[in-house]
């Protein structure tokens, strides 16, 4: 059964930072790219930053881009997001996405998520 658990969320004033994690199992996690996805009220789903299997491709959404930073470790089915910087337009619950290989970064499953509020 595939699982990805997310952790880190919490409550940060604006100008801070958090550390996104997402354990994943029941799948070869080295053999699919992965993404952070996140949903603020009211709005759609926005796909903020994937990365590849090996971390040599990585994407990032302009409203992102310089403040966040996706990681992943093949050897502990782990995927990582810091993010810097952080402003109330942050405010989401951030979802870790599995994307399998050849979908253009669409994915096929996606965690319980972890909320992050931005917040003075």
């Known amino acids: 059964e595939v699982q990805l658990v997310e952790s880190g969320g919490g409550m940060v004033q604006p100008g801070g930072s958090l550390r996104l994690s997402c354990a994943a199992s029941g799948f070869t996690f080295s053999s699919y790219d992965m993404s952070w996805v996140r949903q603020a009220p009211g709005k759609g789903p926005e796909k903020v930053s994937a990365?590849?299997?090996?971390?040599?491709?990585?994407l990032y959404a302009d409203s992102v881009k310089g403040r966040f930073t996706i990681s992943r470790d093949n050897a502990k089915n782990t995927l990582s997001l810091q993010m810097n910087s952080l402003t109330p337009e942050d405010t989401a619950l951030y979802y870790c996405a599995r994307d399998p290989p050849g979908t253009g970064w669409a994915s096929d499953y996606w965690g319980q998520g972890t909320q992050v509020t931005v917040s003075s």
């Open positions: 990365i590849s299997t090996g971390g040599t491709d990585i």
